[in-house]
């Protein structure tokens, strides 16, 4: 099974959930409907059905998540899932930005943290999986430098609706130059002095 400790950037620190972050999560996805859509889970209406959640989450044997930290806060959750130590292939999901966290150089750096971990760790395969229908998630996966390998018709329902699912992945052949690349991005010499990147992580993967 992975590692499941701190990450830590230069931007944002991920550890490892507990129902006991359940307060300080809560605040950044208050009136913040969107970001459930395409998830299985929320919205929450306090913080005690975040609290049950995260209950959940955390006595699942194949998930290891993770709260997102900034300076803003506790901005965000994620998790690997579907970890298979035998075969080598781990999922990054069930990923929820906060809008401050959205867009930003610590949503990128949180990315490449835990692909970074995964592939230290001795995986072979990094998967993102998400609704056909999501059209952020699946531009997400392509700039962070997943493989489209093909959509699963109806692979599971949630909230009363059928769901393809988009499949992608980064196997550890690949992995060296998304890393050079990911790491080129986030040098502070790519950003000017208001924050702006100089070089686009998707021209840096080309």
Known sequence: M?????????????????PSHAPMVYPAFH??????????????????????????????PDWRA???????????????????????????????????????????????????HAFESGYRRVEWKCDDLNAPSRRAADRLGYLYEGTFRMATHYKGQSRDTAWYAITIDRWPPIKRAMEAWLA???????????????????
């Open 2 to 18: 992975i590692p499941h400790v701190v990450l830590e950037g230069d931007s944002v620190r991920l550890t490892p959930l507990e």
């Open 31 to 60: 009136n913040a409907e969107d970001l459930w859509t395409y998830m299985p889970f929320g919205p929450f209406d306090s913080v005690s059905d975040l609290e049950s959640e995260f209950q959940q989450v955390t006595t699942r």
């Open 66 to 116: 993770f709260v997102i930290e900034t300076t803003d806060g506790l901005v965000g959750f994620l998790a690997y899932l579907r970890i298979q130590p035998h075969d080598g292939a781990i999922e990054i999901g069930s990923i929820v930005y906060s809008p401050q966290l959205q867009h930003t150089t610590a949503a990128t750096e949180t990315q490449y943290l835990l692909l970074n």
């Open 188 to 206: 502070p010499d790519n950003f000017d002095d208001n924050g702006k990147q100089l070089t686009s992580l998707s021209d840096l993967m080309t």
